[in-house]
């Protein structure tokens, strides 16, 4: 899965790893990428095209599958984190409408197209999908939530031709990590082995040096190991 000559939509484009990842797919030679934003932007290369796309809006996605058509990666990357406590059950809600949903809602509604190209589905998660942060509660249950998605769309996917990766990220330079004074990588660094992860075909991509640490570990881990096998059962049933 190269990113020259594809045809990519990224959501949450405007600003962060999302418009990192907009640059990097322009600079491999990606044919077209489409960059679903929630407010009008512009670009002055021709082969973006700007979508006004709200990820918990079921019309402008319907509008985002007429307008694009073909497609060949689907990035997932429109998310939220706010500070919490579990204390406000709204919290939960407002999470799992963007970070869990979102995804789940463009998936499916894209999901004829990348069956036509055998493309791939690029969630981009957290590495608090595996070990929450308490201060960000209900960002770390939607992610945790939207990595078991990840995988289980991974195992129904994988007879029809499509890929499915889960991007397990560190702590990235962006508006949501502002003022954490931790030690943080670009977006751009971010962006560019996030592609890395996906023309090597790696199912976890971890795109930073903390992510990184524990790659190896849990690609060796019993968790993997069953999730292997748990994909194996669906493999096996008729179709």
Do not use: C
């Not at 977006?187 to 890395?196: T, V």
Request: proline residues 5%.
């Amino acid at each position: 899965m190269k990113i020259e000559n594809k045809i990519l939509l990224v959501t949450g484009a405007n600003r962060g790893i999302g418009r990192a990842l907009v640059e990097e797919a322009l600079k491999r030679g990606a044919q077209r990428v489409y960059a679903g934003t929630r407010t009008p932007m512009t670009h002055p290369d021709p082969r973006v095209v700007p979508l006004m796309l709200d990820v918990t809006n079921a019309e402008q996605i319907g509008q985002a599958v007429a307008q694009v058509g073909s497609l060949d990666i689907l990035i997932n990357n429109a998310g939220v984190a706010h500070y919490d406590d579990l204390s406000d059950r709204s919290m939960l809600d407002r999470h799992f409408a963007v970070n869990l949903f979102g995804p789940y809602d463009l998936t499916q509604a894209f999901l004829p197209a990348l069956t036509r190209s055998q493309g791939a589905i690029v969630n981009n998660l957290s590495i608090v999908a595996l070990a929450a942060l308490p201060i960000i509660s209900s960002y770390s249950v939607s992610k945790a939530a939207a990595f078991s998605l990840t995988q289980s769309l991974r195992a129904y996917l994988a007879g029809r031709g499509v890929k499915v990766h889960a991007v397990l990220t560190g702590p990235v330079d962006t508006d949501m990590n502002r003022g954490l004074e931790i030690p943080k990588i670009s977006p751009e660094s971010a962006a560019s082995a996030i592609y890395d992860g996906v023309e090597k075909e790696e199912e976890d991509i971890f795109p930073d040096p903390i992510s990184a640490s524990m790659a190896e570990s849990w690609r060796g881990s019993a968790m993997k190991a069953m999730e292997r096998q748990n994909a194996a059962i669906v493999a096996g049933q008729p179709a």
